[in-house]
C-alpha cells in the first residue's frame, strides 16, 4: 500500500525529531580534536545540565541506553556488591540481567508490572541491611513497557529517614525532558538516559549524569571498564573533548534539541505531556479498554500501555493500523506481548498529532474487530480543550 503524508511514530522512542534538530544533523562532519568542536561540547555538556536539574557533571556516550546502563553499573560497583533493582517492568529485567552478567548479586524486587517501585517494600528491605551491605538501589523512573512512573521522592526519603549509604541509580531513558526529573532535589547519584525520547533526538547518545558520591564511588569501584571510564571521559570534557571519536552530528542534533527545549521551557515541556497524558487516558477511558498502569499517582505523562481485551491479540491491531493508517505503535514487551499496545506521547508533539494518533486507534480497533465503545477521539478533544479554557482569538498572543 502506498502511503500519503508523514509516518506517525507513536512508538514510546525513539520519537519524532523536530525539523530544525533534523537540519542541525545535516551538515559537514568536523574535527574532533578541533576548535569548532570543542565549543560544541562544551555548549552540549553546560546545556544538559538544566535539564537533568543537576549542577554535576553529564557524560554523553556514543551509545544506546543500554551502553549507558552499563556505564551506570561499571563505575559505581565492584564485584559481588549488592544491589536492589525493583521489578518494573521489561526494562527493569534489562538492568537485572546487565547486573548478573556483570557479577553483582542483584536483589530483584518482585513486582505485577502494573505499579512502580513501593516505599514500604525499600523501607522493610534497608531496614534489615543494618550493616550497609546494599550498595546501590536501581529505580526504572518511568517504566516504558507498562506506563508506570515510580515515586522518586518518596523512595529518597525512605533513604535518607534510614540514612542509608546506598547509591541511588535511575534510569531516566522515558522520563528526562518530557516527565519532571530532579536529579538535585531527589539526591540521584546516577541517572541514565539516551538521545531518543524526551530529549527529539535520533537514537545514539547515552548518559550519565553523577553526583558527587557516585564520583567518589567510582574511585573505589571494581568492575572492569574501559570504554565506559568516566575519568577519562571527564578529563577530555574539561576541554570540550572526548576520549575517542564522539558522535559528532548528533551532538549538533542535541546542541539544536537543548535550544528548542529551552524555548518551550522544562515547565510548559512537562505540563504539555500531563495533558497529553491525561487526554489519552480519556480516550482509552471512553473506548472502556484498561490502561496497564493500575496507580493514577504513578500514570506515565510520557506514554500509555493498554490491554487489549482478552482473546484480542494486540499485535494484530498494531499490524492493521500500519498497514491502513501508516502509524507505529508500542508493542507489549516480555509478559505484557500480544496483550498490550502503547501510546507514545513524548518528545516533539502537540494537540492535533495526539488528536491523529488516537483516531487511528480507535479506526484501528474498529477494523480489527475488538469490542469497544465509540467516542474515545471525542474524549480525548474534551479533555484538550475544557469549556471553561476557551482561547478568544483576540486574546491569543502574536
Ligand atoms: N530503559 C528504558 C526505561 C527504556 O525505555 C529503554 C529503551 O526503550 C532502555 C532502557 C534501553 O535503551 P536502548 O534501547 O536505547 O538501549
Given at each position: 500500500?502506498?502511503?500519503?503524508?508523514?509516518?506517525?511514530?507513536?512508538?514510546?522512542?525513539?520519537?519524532?525529531?523536530?525539523?530544525?534538530?533534523?537540519?542541525?544533523?545535516?551538515?559537514?562532519?568536523?574535527?574532533?580534536?578541533?576548535?569548532?568542536?570543542?565549543?560544541?561540547?562544551?555548549?552540549?555538556?553546560?546545556?544538559?545540565?538544566?535539564?537533568?536539574?543537576?549542577?554535576?557533571?553529564?557524560?554523553?556516550?556514543?551509545?544506546?541506553?543500554?551502553?549507558?546502563?552499563?556505564?551506570?553499573?561499571?563505575?559505581?560497583?565492584?564485584?559481588?556488591?549488592?544491589?536492589?533493582?525493583?521489578?518494573?517492568?521489561?526494562?527493569?529485567?534489562?538492568?537485572?540481567?546487565?547486573?548478573?552478567?556483570?557479577?553483582?548479586?542483584?536483589?530483584y524486587v518482585p513486582g505485577n508490572w502494573r505499579r512502580g517501585a513501593?516505599?514500604?517494600?525499600?523501607?522493610?528491605?534497608?531496614?534489615?541491611?543494618?550493616?550497609?551491605?546494599?550498595?546501590?538501589?536501581?529505580?526504572?523512573?518511568?517504566?516504558?513497557?507498562?506506563?508506570?512512573?515510580?515515586?522518586?521522592?518518596?523512595?529518597?526519603?525512605v533513604m535518607n529517614r534510614l540514612r542509608h549509604p546506598a547509591l541511588l541509580i535511575v534510569d531516566a531513558i522515558?522520563?528526562?525532558?518530557?516527565?519532571?526529573?530532579?536529579?538535585?532535589?531527589?539526591?540521584?547519584?546516577?541517572?541514565?538516559?539516551?538521545?531518543?525520547?524526551?530529549?527529539?533526538?535520533?537514537?545514539?547518545?547515552?548518559?550519565?549524569?553523577?553526583?558527587?558520591?557516585?564520583?567518589?564511588?567510582?574511585?573505589?569501584?571494581?568492575?572492569?571498564?574501559?570504554?565506559?571510564?568516566?575519568?577519562?571521559?571527564?578529563?577530555?570534557?574539561?576541554?570540550?573533548?572526548?576520549?575517542?571519536?564522539?558522535?559528532?552530528?548528533?551532538?549538533?542534533?542535541?546542541?539544536?534539541?537543548?535550544?528548542?527545549?529551552?524555548?518551550?521551557?522544562?515547565?510548559?515541556?512537562?505540563?504539555?505531556?500531563?495533558?497529553?497524558?491525561?487526554?489519552?487516558?480519556?480516550?482509552?477511558?471512553?473506548?472502556?479498554?484498561?490502561?496497564?498502569?493500575?496507580?493514577?499517582?504513578?500514570?506515565?505523562?510520557?506514554?500509555?500501555?493498554?490491554?487489549?481485551?482478552?482473546?484480542?491479540?494486540?499485535?494484530?491491531?498494531?499490524?492493521?493500523?500500519?498497514?491502513?493508517?501508516?502509524?507505529?505503535?508500542?508493542?507489549?514487551?516480555?509478559?505484557?506481548?500480544?496483550?498490550?499496545?502503547?501510546?507514545?506521547?513524548?518528545?516533539?508533539?502537540?494537540?492535533?498529532?495526539?488528536?491523529?494518533?488516537?483516531?487511528?486507534?480507535?479506526?484501528?480497533?474498529?477494523?480489527?474487530?475488538?469490542?469497544?465503545?465509540?467516542?474515545?477521539?471525542?474524549?480525548?478533544?474534551?479533555?484538550?480543550?475544557?469549556?471553561?479554557?476557551?482561547?478568544?482569538?483576540?486574546?491569543?498572543?502574536?
Amino acid at each position: 500500500m502506498i502511503h500519503t503524508g508523514r509516518h506517525f511514530l507513536q512508538i514510546p522512542g525513539p520519537t519524532n525529531v523536530p525539523d530544525r534538530v533534523l537540519r542541525a544533523i545535516d551538515r559537514p562532519v568536523i574535527d574532533h580534536r578541533g576548535p569548532e568542536f570543542a565549543e560544541l561540547g562544551l555548549a552540549v555538556l553546560s546545556g544538559l545540565r538544566e535539564i537533568f536539574q543537576t549542577s554535576g557533571h553529564v557524560i554523553v556516550y556514543p551509545s544506546s541506553g543500554t551502553g549507558a546502563i552499563e556505564a551506570a553499573l561499571v563505575n559505581t560497583l565492584s564485584p559481588g556488591d549488592r544491589v536492589i533493582i525493583f521489578e518494573t517492568g521489561q526494562f527493569s529485567y534489562i538492568w537485572w540481567q546487565m547486573g548478573e552478567r556483570l557479577g553483582l548479586q542483584i536483589d530483584y524486587v518482585p513486582g505485577n508490572w502494573r505499579r512502580g517501585a513501593s516505599a514500604a517494600e525499600l523501607e522493610a528491605r534497608l531496614t534489615s541491611d543494618a550493616r550497609h551491605v546494599v550498595k546501590a538501589v536501581v529505580v526504572v523512573h518511568n517504566e516504558t513497557s507498562t506506563g508506570v512512573t515510580s515515586r522518586l521522592s518518596e523512595l529518597r526519603r525512605v533513604m535518607n529517614r534510614l540514612r542509608h549509604p546506598a547509591l541511588l541509580i535511575v534510569d531516566a531513558i522515558s522520563s528526562l525532558g518530557s516527565i519532571d526529573y530532579r536529579m538535585d532535589e531527589w539526591e540521584v547519584d546516577v541517572t541514565v538516559c539516551g538521545s531518543q525520547k524526551g530529549l527529539m533526538v535520533p537514537p545514539g547518545l547515552g548518559f550519565n549524569a553523577v553526583s558527587e558520591k557516585a564520583l567518589a564511588a567510582n574511585r573505589n569501584a571494581k568492575l572492569p571498564r574501559s570504554y565506559w571510564d568516566w575519568q577519562d571521559m571527564l578529563e577530555n570534557n574539561q576541554r570540550g573533548f572526548f576520549p575517542y571519536t564522539p558522535a559528532t552530528n548528533l551532538l549538533f542534533g542535541l546542541r539544536e534539541a537543548l535550544k528548542v527545549m529551552k524555548e518551550e521551557g522544562l515547565e510548559n515541556i512537562f505540563r504539555r505531556h500531563i495533558r497529553h497524558g491525561q487526554a489519552t487516558r480519556a480516550a482509552v477511558r471512553a473506548w472502556g479498554l484498561e490502561i496497564v498502569c493500575e496507580e493514577p499517582l504513578e500514570y506515565s505523562h510520557s506514554m500509555t500501555a493498554v490491554f487489549t481485551p482478552e482473546g484480542h491479540d494486540a499485535d494484530r491491531l498494531r499490524k492493521i493500523i500500519l498497514q491502513n493508517f501508516d502509524m507505529s505503535l508500542g508493542a507489549g514487551l516480555g509478559k505484557l506481548a500480544g496483550r498490550a499496545f502503547r501510546v507514545g506521547h513524548l518528545g516533539s508533539f502537540n494537540d492535533l498529532m495526539l488528536a491523529g494518533t488516537l483516531s487511528g486507534v480507535e479506526m484501528g480497533l474498529r477494523l480489527a474487530g475488538i469490542p469497544h465503545k465509540e467516542g474515545g477521539v471525542m474524549a480525548a478533544l474534551d479533555s484538550l480543550t475544557p469549556a471553561a479554557k476557551v482561547i478568544e482569538p483576540a486574546k491569543v498572543a502574536r
